[in-house]
């Protein structure tokens, strides 16, 4: 009895068959700052089956049996399913619903008190909520108060995700069997201007007002918008949008304090492990969710309601300080342009057409006397019990940086995947530099104000030497009058699984006999 330990929760595969089979249900709440339309609460239901997740903002916990009655409603009307099993803990806002869901056929489960990983899933999705709307609170400086509309905008974006779990695709579209769009989607938190529908009949008046955009409307096609000098919350479709300018951040972040750094958090958090110990209070903790566009969630008294925290009305955005670039998808376009105005040989059926063309014949004699330069291999008679691995030609046309042709390509690979393991090659792991050494090396070279110098190895894995007896077919067609001749190697070519492996003991080598001050 002394050493008693709580048993261990196994993973659970169970998973609904339809939509509406199964939902989890949780209270989060109450938060130390009401929202803007002094709501405390969120409630959150998570279909089991397409994980779409549904969130509503509550200012008590007496209202979750009338948003109960909403949503079974909406579920039946929109679907035309209905809920079977409605999964939740043992807080009152839910088992004083049992006999309602009685009344109605639907089964109710609760979990054992004090064992929040019996309804993990929804317990996960509170938590994966708050992760990604952390993040884009602090990214847009916004007041606290403004927590229930970025509630509501995370549960949208989450709901719109692809997720592996769903074969990569989203809970809307396992919800609803279509595609969601995604050419609504802003930053949110961002500055926007907004036509000025109240300016008709003053000629002098501003057409535009400032305002911050705060999310996506359920039922209307436009965007939640906070007015920065009237301070309400009103929906338009007239906006111009400046993603890159947060107004909030240049009254709430001093000059000197750069906001810190944050984790990248992933919309995509939706897991099958089970819900750990240290994560157990369901009404405190957090996790994962979305809004389909289908249902809205409880917003009144948003229209008036003022934040407790606003920025002076005369301070102007500050511009974000990043120099922009252009996406790396548009980089190639003049280049890939102009190479296409030029004829550039192509190959359908590789070594029969390249064999045809001077320049490819060209390429392949002249890929053929630097491997022989190099000794990469010579030729010999196949040993008895010895396999010879084929090869082949892969061809590309190498360009300039201003699109015209540089010249024809000619590599030969060896069929690497027919080596067999233990006999034509026994290990094949290559340690490679991670980004973050990289960065931490340039870091301490800008410090100690060294000089850096940068070279490229041309070929590099034909220099590394083969400590297996391996042997290859004559490459096609230099095979000549030497029937029953093969290249043994004694170095290394593309495609042998080895290669890797064989240029970086070369690379040890040599660096290990220079001259190190």
């Known amino acids: ?38 709501a405390v609460y969120f409630l959150t239901i998570v279909d089991n089956f397409s994980r779409s997740v549904w969130v509503y903002l509550l200012r008590n916990k007496s209202e979750v049996h009338k948003v109960f009655s909403t949503f079974l409603a909406m579920v039946e009307r929109q679907f035309d399913v209905k809920v079977k099993i409605i999964r939740s803990d043992n807080g009152t806002e839910f088992t004083c619903m049992i006999d309602y869901f009685a009344s109605l056929g639907i089964m109710f489960q609760s979990s054992c008190v004090g064992t929040p990983q019996q309804n993990g899933r929804v317990e996960r999705k509170h938590q994966h909520i708050l992760n990604v709307a952390r993040v884009l609170m602090h990214q847009a400086h916004l007041p606290v108060s403004f927590w229930g509309e970025c509630i509501l905008a995370v549960v949208y974006l989450i709901n719109r995700t692809p997720s592996g779990l769903l074969a990569n695709k989203s809970p809307i579209e396992v919800l609803c069997g ?5 050419d609504e989607l ?60 947060f107004p909030y951040a240049a009254s709430s972040v001093p000059e000197s304090n750069p906001a810190p750094s944050l984790d990248v958090i992933g919309f995509d958090e939706d897991t099958e492990s089970s819900f750990g110990e ?21 917003e009144a008294g948003s229209s008036s309601a003022i934040p407790q925290e606003n920025p002076p009305s005369a301070a102007q ?81 190498k360009y300039n940086s201003d699109g015209s042709i540089e010249r024809l390509k000619a590599r030969l690979v060896i069929l690497g995947n027919h080596q067999v393991a233990g006999l034509d090659y026994h ?87 220079l001259p190190l001050h």
């Open 1 to 38: 009895m002394a050493k008693k330990k709580r048993d261990v929760f196994p993973t659970n595969h169970n998973k609904a068959s339809r939509i509406f089979e199964l939902l989890h249900c949780d209270l989060w709440g109450p938060h130390n700052t009401p929202s803007s339309c002094d």
């Open 178 to 182: 279509e595609p969601p769009t995604y």
């Open 186 to 245: 802003r930053v949110f938190g961002c500055l926007c201007f907004v036509h000025n529908q109240w300016a008709k009949g003053n000629k002098f008046a501003p057409r535009g007002r400032r305002c911050v955009f705060v999310g996506y409307p359920n039922g209307k096609k436009g965007w939640k918008l906070f007015d920065l000098d009237t301070h309400e919350f009103f929906v338009s479709r007239d906006v111009t949008f400046h993603e890159d300018v």
């Open 278 to 298: 240290d994560e157990a209070d369901s009404t405190t903790q957090a996790t994962e969710g979305v809004v389909p566009p289908i249902l809205s969630s409880n």
């Open 317 to 397: 955005p500050r511009r974000s300080q990043h120099a922009r670039q252009s996406s790396v998808l548009f980089r190639d376009y003049v280049s890939n342009a102009t190479s296409n105005l030029s004829p550039v040989p192509t190959l359908t059926s590789p070594h029969s057409e390249a064999m045809q063309d001077a320049g490819w014949r060209d390429a392949m004699a002249k890929e053929i006397r630097a491997l022989e330069d190099n000794g990469t291999w010579t030729m010999t008679t196949l040993p008895p019990n010895k396999k010879a691995l084929g090869c082949k030609w892969v061809y590309k046309t």
């Open 427 to 513: 290990e094949t792991f290559a340690p490679v530099a991670k980004m973050v050494t990289i960065q931490a090396f340039l870091a301490v070279a800008a410090i100690k104000q060294w000089e850096l110098h940068q070279m490229d190895v041309h070929n590099a894995f034909l220099h590394g030497n083969l400590d297996e007896e391996v042997y290859m077919k004559l490459p096609p067609g230099f095979s000549g009058d030497t029937p029953g001749r093969v290249c043994r190697l004694h170095k290394s070519l593309y495609g042998l699984r080895q290669a890797p492996r064989c240029w970086f003991a070369k690379l040890a080598c040599g660096s290990l006999r």
